[in-house]
């Protein structure tokens, strides 16, 4: 008898594995010692994202990613106005995209130069927005758009059908995804400061990232869902582990 999709995916143990670990960021881990993984120098923008992981990776994700998302964190920038909105300084960013393609990894945090926040967070959208493939990838991509192209009777409909689709994606784009929804929760949980509201960040990446409008709306407002935070079985081991950015 040929084995049903679901079960497939209920016996995967890495998809297992999602329920029980999650990304170490927030403001008391950065100065925690880091495992840095950099193999062979070579370019990671433009690139499928398997390819800049096996580069330099850090915490399942490009050391890239992680670097930006660390320095923002850690010079507060949810209290820069219209950050990832406004744009940085397009030398600046070029030059920091060619230190990570000939580097692998640049510790953004401990660097001696002067790094604008502004810049960063640009150099961040341009890693995602020169990703080749899409981060949904090409085989599930259809089935997101159906999800917020047709009306749903409920709200409650979306967020199951989302977290099941985002529970079927490769364990890179998994990663990736979520880490970028639990920053940027931090960054709309402080809009009466920033003014970058849900609607505003999902404007911004829903353009970079190319997935459908809506999508990030509900990938914040329903985190914990939309990612299984608290496990199929809402263990707590999971619970203690698995905070937005901004909570841990």
Same mark, same amino acid.
């Given at each position: 008898m040929k084995e049903q999709e679901g079960d497939k995916h209920r016996r995967d143990p890495e998809r297992k594995a999602r329920n029980r670990t999650f990304?170490?960021?927030g403001r008391n881990d950065f100065a925690a010692p880091l495992r840095v993984v950099v193999e062979t120098p070579q370019a990671v923008f433009g690139v499928p994202l398997e390819t800049a992981l096996a580069v330099a990776r850090i915490a399942d994700l490009p050391a890239i990613v992680?670097?930006?998302?660390?320095?923002?964190e850690a010079k507060h920038a949810d209290? &820069? &106005?219209w950050i990832y909105k406004l744009s940085g300084n397009y030398?600046?960013?070029?030059d920091l995209k060619h230190r990570f393609n000939a580097e692998g990894?640049?510790?953004l945090l401990n660097s001696d130069d002067y790094l604008d926040l502004h810049d960063i967070a640009g150099l961040l959208k341009r890693f995602l927005s020169d990703l080749p493939?899409?981060?949904l990838t090409r085989e599930l991509s259809g089935k997101f758009l159906d999800v917020f192209r047709l009306k749903k009777s409920n709200s409650s409909e979306r967020v199951d059908e989302l977290a099941a689709l985002i529970s079927q994606l490769p364990l890179p784009n998994y990663w990736l995804l979520r880490a970028l929804a639990?920053?940027?929760?931090l960054i709309v949980q402080n809009a009466n400061v920033n003014k970058m509201t849900v609607q505003s960040a999902g404007n911004v990446f829903s353009l970079t990232l190319g997935i459908p409008a809506g999508m990030l709306d509900v990938m914040l407002g329903e985190f914990e869902k939309v990612f299984n935070v608290y496990g199929q079985d809402g263990d707590t081991e999971a619970n203690t582990v698995d905070k937005p950015l901004n909570n841990i």
């Amino acid at each position: 008898m040929k084995e049903q999709e679901g079960d497939k995916h209920r016996r995967d143990p890495e998809r297992k594995a999602r329920n029980r670990t999650f990304l170490a960021f927030g403001r008391n881990d950065f100065a925690a010692p880091l495992r840095v993984v950099v193999e062979t120098p070579q370019a990671v923008f433009g690139v499928p994202l398997e390819t800049a992981l096996a580069v330099a990776r850090i915490a399942d994700l490009p050391a890239i990613v992680f670097r930006c998302i660390q320095y923002l964190e850690a010079k507060h920038a949810d209290q &820069e &106005e219209w950050i990832y909105k406004l744009s940085g300084n397009y030398t600046a960013i070029g030059d920091l995209k060619h230190r990570f393609n000939a580097e692998g990894d640049v510790d953004l945090l401990n660097s001696d130069d002067y790094l604008d926040l502004h810049d960063i967070a640009g150099l961040l959208k341009r890693f995602l927005s020169d990703l080749p493939h899409s981060i949904l990838t090409r085989e599930l991509s259809g089935k997101f758009l159906d999800v917020f192209r047709l009306k749903k009777s409920n709200s409650s409909e979306r967020v199951d059908e989302l977290a099941a689709l985002i529970s079927q994606l490769p364990l890179p784009n998994y990663w990736l995804l979520r880490a970028l929804a639990a920053h940027l929760m931090l960054i709309v949980q402080n809009a009466n400061v920033n003014k970058m509201t849900v609607q505003s960040a999902g404007n911004v990446f829903s353009l970079t990232l190319g997935i459908p409008a809506g999508m990030l709306d509900v990938m914040l407002g329903e985190f914990e869902k939309v990612f299984n935070v608290y496990g199929q079985d809402g263990d707590t081991e999971a619970n203690t582990v698995d905070k937005p950015l901004n909570n841990i």
